[in-house]
């Protein structure tokens, strides 16, 4: 199958980019380096040292596995651009992670809540209308984010909520209660795909994927070339993965506030499958479906807990920090999240385990050096204080 996956050179992109292709797949890659510009902005980095560019990562992978990658360097928001790729690939399947995927950055200022809404939205329409003019029968996977559901004080549904009303019945798209702009622009994603699907019968996966966390997959271990990019500063960096490092470079555990926030959770290698098996088993014309896409549920506090037993295990000592809390979210809520739709599709889960935090100390461990410990305490608060100017 031919699968165009947009942002090719993040996190998720690249090991996915390098799994598709060494399943026999015709992969082409495409990113504009915004999340590498993002980071040097900031002054921090990746803890991996990755290749310079994605045509640098490109010829490693050719070279060690003797498979293609093809490369695009632009910006999805640049609708001639996305046009042209859609004439030139002809893609059957397009795996999109070319978002901006921070909470706190789109949280800094207006510029940074413009910017991720802008970047989000449109990169996304102009992928809707290449795909209603050049390719309407290719399928869209989507990387949307269980934080569109926000913590209801019900259990969330895989997207949909059938709902009774003044004597009335309907099945309705689950409630939206996002925590962060970056949040909502995933919310105004689900609702323009949602659209497109039904006015120009465009077949669509939106898959709420919780936080992810891991680096190492069956390609990135193959050579140090490979690597995926990790990052920990307060604005990159998701919670375990960052718990690691604080581990390792012993920097106590940033527990935000109480530490009874609860996400889901998974492993890179199970995002890499889930996003598989939605391409392997598409849906029909006209339809929008939506996986929530995650294999466990902790609180902060348990992930803490987690990664203080393995630092015992592993012989180092783990502190746990409950720092003032510098978002504005439930600290303590209910949260019961179905996620059957990808199991039933036949998804494998690797749950989180002190073995698997242990091998995540070892790899960090090997990059310690590059580490900037400035970039680790939270600058980015959802609300400023009277006393603080606002940044
Ligand atoms: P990432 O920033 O590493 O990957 C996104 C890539 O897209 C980056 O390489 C970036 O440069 C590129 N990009 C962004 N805007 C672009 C544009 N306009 N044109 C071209 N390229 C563009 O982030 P990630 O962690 O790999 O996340 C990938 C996707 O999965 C994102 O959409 C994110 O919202 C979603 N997601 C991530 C997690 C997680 O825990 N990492 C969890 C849930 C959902
Ligand atoms: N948290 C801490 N300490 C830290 C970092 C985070 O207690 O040092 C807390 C946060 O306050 C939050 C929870 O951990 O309650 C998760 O935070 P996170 O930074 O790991 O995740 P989040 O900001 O929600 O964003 C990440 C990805 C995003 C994805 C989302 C999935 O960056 O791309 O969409 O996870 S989800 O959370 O399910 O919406």
């Not at 019968?201 to 939106?206: M, Q, V």
């Not at 896409?293 to 609180?299: A, H, I, L, P, S």
């Amino acid at each position: 199958m031919r699968v165009l996956i947009l942002g090719g050179d993040g996190y998720l992109g690249w090991p996915s980019a390098m799994r598709f292709s060494a399943r026999g797949h015709e992969v082409h890659a495409v990113d504009n380096y915004l999340r590498r510009r993002a980071l040097r902005e900031t002054g921090s980095d990746s803890l991996t040292p990755i290749l310079d560019d994605l045509p640098a990562r490109a010829a490693a992978w050719k070279d060690v596995s003797g498979r293609t990658i093809g490369v695009t360097e632009g910006d999805l928001c640049d609708p001639e651009l996305v046009d042209r790729l859609f004439r030139d690939f002809r893609p059957e399947a397009i795996v999109h992670y070319g978002e901006m995927p921070s909470a706190p950055y789109s949280m800094a200022t207006r510029e940074h809540a413009v910017f991720t809404q802008y970047n989000n939205v449109i990169g996304t329409l102009n992928v809707l209308f290449a795909m209603r003019d050049l390719a309407p029968d290719a399928h869209l996977v989507k990387l949307g984010t269980m934080g569109e559901y926000g913590t209801p004080n019900i259990d969330i549904e895989e997207g949909f909520l059938p709902i009774e009303h003044k004597g009335r019945s309907d099945v309705l798209p689950f409630p939206k209660q996002p925590g962060s702009f970056y949040h909502a622009s995933k919310v105004h994603d689900s609702v323009n795909i949602q659209f497109a699907c039904r006015v120009y019968d465009l077949r669509a996966t939106d898959l709420n994927q919780g936080v992810v966390y891991g680096m190492a997959t069956e390609e990135t271990r193959l050579d140090e070339r490979l690597l995926t990019r990790f990052d920990y500063d307060e604005m990159f960096g998701t919670t375990l993965n960052r718990f690691c490092l604080q581990a390792v470079i012993g920097h106590p555990l940033t527990v935000y506030g109480a530490g009874g926030q609860t996400r889901g959770y998974l492993n890179v290698i199970d995002t890499l499958q889930c996003v598989e098996l939605a391409v392997e088993n598409p849906p029909d014309r006209g339809e929008y479906r939506v996986f929530n896409q995650f294999t466990e549920q902790f609180t902060v506090a348990e992930l803490a807990d987690l990664v203080q037993r393995a630092g015992k295990e592993y012989g180092i000592d783990v502190d746990i920090e409950n720092i003032d809390n510098p978002r504005v979210e439930a600290e303590e809520h209910y949260y019961r999240a179905t996620h059957t739709k990808l199991l039933d599709l036949g998804l494998q889960p690797h749950h989180l385990s002190e073995t698997l935090i242990e091998s995540m100390f070892e790899m960090i461990g090997r990059y310690r050096d590059r580490v900037i410990p400035d970039h680790i305490m939270p600058r980015t608060r959802w609300r400023h204080r009277a006393t603080e100017p606002a940044r």
